[in-house]
């Protein structure tokens, strides 16, 4: 019997704020295409050429989208701290742990939550919140010449651009997931405060050997992870090529390489740290009861 | 018979302090086995034990299961309420219901839901709207619909009112038990269940004082009421432990025969209440 999907609703019951918030930021885009905001002006120049147009194109589909992905880096997080914590907390654990599921598929349903269900859920929901907030706009700029030129679509730029997206997406997604192993160790490990054990040890290590050694190694190995350079695959830098917007736009789409991750030995060494990191939290919550 | 728990020289330490110290343990199919001991005797650890929920040293099998290593399939066979209210405030009733019933294979939703109907439990309720009384009716609406072979309960009427208690055991008794199935009980209340129970098994300091068949019981101990004089008297045959009652004086024996006793005054298998607290008292005598 495949329990799996059931285990992933369970979640979604639990924490509804998983896909509450996604849905309610979703509504605000389209709602906000409904309304006049005089904010939008287009240089005519910023559309002249089709490079140009494409790339502000390209522009204008992210800025729908983007917000999300910024939101559960926030979202998912706080899902991970909670999750072990929460059913050891209110001891609902002594009522999961009388049914016939086992420690590795609750811990594998609550990654599975944070590193697939939900990411790729929310960048579903993004498509279908571009195209109605974008027909909406359509609708109402129709006589004006700017706009409407603005919002001609273009199917296949669309599609390179979604499809971008989704591939930084899954790179991103491979890349923090050993930070999201190690948010669902501390959630099954600590007693109290987990948010607290999540944040501590990190910064006393840092400080640690600031203090003894003088070094940063800690630092920057913490900051090359946590930014998102690697999996976005960005090459060069930003202000190489001055331009302007639609150019630079274009440009910058041109620069992201999110695939290149994958030959990174580092995503791939974050990859076996995850297995580690789960393995282990499975190993914890086989003796944990109660907190 | 079928055997469903057996240990040997099960033990456990939390810090140094032995919780269990070599407790041996055969439970055969078709009892049900009140676990009975005062706070801290280990009542609860031995149940966690049996229910994977804590490493433990010794032997342990449950269903030829090792409990710890095999827990999620052993939980097919197996269900149990640890203490009172611990399902999830945020879950709805049926969420509950479609969850037993995803993960649970021997778990009959129908007969849930019918339990469900003679109560007030609305199936859009949360746990959190729920009374207490509420939450362990619906808890024990979704484990009696299970159809499992060993039924563990820990303290399983904590903090319920006197009616909610009675309906408890009733609804056990008559809609659940069978001569398949094996219920080991833990509680305060001894009063209440000890009609109930087939075995008792007493505990204390870690250890197993007392595992006998209530039949059994009857044949073994005697409690004798008798005057203060008579009392002196019947002294010089042993008894392990006496208090007094209104003027006069309960002992009680280990092993001897009614008729010896008779003599000295007023003799009855003593209550499991009453032979717990003699042999707890009297052990620390």
């Not at chain 1, 491979?174 to 948010?195: C, D, H, M, Q, T």
């Not at chain 1, 400080?207 to 090359?224: C, D, N, R, S």
Request: one cysteine or more; hydrophobic letters at 50%; aromatic letters at 10%.
């Amino acid at each position: 019997m495949n329990i799996m999907p059931m285990l992933i609703r369970r979640e979604l019951w639990e924490h509804r704020f998983l896909w509450v918030v996604p849905l309610v930021i979703a509504g605000l885009i389209v709602i906000a295409a409904m309304f006049p905001h005089a904010s939008v002006q287009i240089d005519p120049e910023d559309i002249a050429t089709p490079e140009k147009y494409l790339g502000l194109f390209a522009l204008f589909h992210s800025a729908m989208t983007v917000p999300q992905f910024l939101l559960l880096s926030v979202l998912l997080p706080y899902y991970l701290i909670d999750c072990l914590f929460a059913e050891r907390k209110d001891r609902s654990i002594l009522f999961w742990k009388s049914l016939p599921v086992s420690d590795a598929q609750t811990v594998l349903s609550k990654l599975l939550v944070a590193l697939a269900v939900i990411p790729l859920g929310v960048f579903v929901l993004t498509l279908f919140t571009d195209v109605a907030a974008t027909a909406i706009l359509a609708v109402r700029f129709h006589g004006a010449q700017m706009m409407g030129a603005f919002l001609r679509w273009d199917l296949q730029t669309w599609l390179r651009t979604q499809g971008l997206i989704l591939a930084a997406l899954v790179m991103l997604v491979l890349w923090y997931a050993p930070l999201a192993a190690y948010l669902l160790l501390v959630s099954a490990w600590a007693k109290r405060s987990a948010f607290l054990w999540a944040v501590l040890p990190p910064l006393a290590a840092m400080l640690v050997e600031k203090i003894a050694f003088g070094t940063h190694y800690v630092a920057a190995l913490l900051g090359y992870r946590l930014s998102g350079k690697v999996p976005i695959g960005f090459v060069g830098h930003a202000a190489d090529k001055a331009g302007s917007g639609g150019e630079h736009a274009a440009a910058m789409i041109e620069r992201l390489k999110p695939l290149t991750a994958l030959a990174n030995i580092d995503l791939w060494l974050g990859l076996a740290v995850t297995v580690a990191l789960v393995w282990l939290t499975i190993r914890i919550r086989r003796h944990q009861t109660e907190s | 018979m079928t055997q469903i728990i057996k240990a040997r020289a099960l033990a456990k330490s939390y810090r140094g302090v032995r919780a269990l110290d070599g407790v041996n343990l055969d439970i055969e199919a078709g009892r049900i086995v009140g676990l009975i001991g005062p706070n801290g005797a280990g009542k609860t650890t031995a149940l966690k034990a049996i229910l994977g929920l804590t490493h433990f040293e010794g032997e342990l099998t449950v269903m030829g299961k090792n409990p710890y290593t095999e827990r999620d399939s052993l939980m097919r066979d197996v269900c149990f309420i640890a203490d009172v209210a611990v399902l999830p405030r945020w879950l709805r009733v049926h969420q509950a219901l479609d969850f037993v019933a995803a993960v649970q294979p021997r778990f009959d939703r129908s007969r849930a839901e019918g339990f469900l109907s003679k109560t007030d439990i609305k199936s859009t309720s949360r746990v959190r709207e729920l009374s207490k009384g509420m939450v362990t009716q619906l808890h024990l609406a979704l484990i009696l619909a299970i159809d499992a072979r060993l039924l563990v309960l820990d303290e399983p009427t904590l903090g319920l009112d006197l009616l909610f208690r009675r309906q408890f055991y009733d609804t056990l008794v008559n809609d659940y038990f069978d001569k398949e199935r094996t219920i080991l009980v833990t509680t305060h209340q001894v009063e209440e269940i000890e009609n109930l129970l087939t075995d008792v098994l007493f505990i204390q300091r870690g250890r197993i004082v007392l595992s006998t068949s209530v039949e059994d019981l009857g044949a073994r101990y005697v409690q004798l009421t008798a005057s203060t004089e008579q009392a002196r008297l019947a002294r010089q045959l042993q008894p392990f432990y006496e208090r007094e009652v209104f003027g006069r004086v309960a002992l009680f024996f280990d092993g001897r025969a009614p008729e010896e006793l008779q003599q000295f005054g007023e003799i009855r298998t003593p209550s499991i209440a009453d032979l717990f607290v003699a042999k707890m008292q009297g052990e620390a005598a």
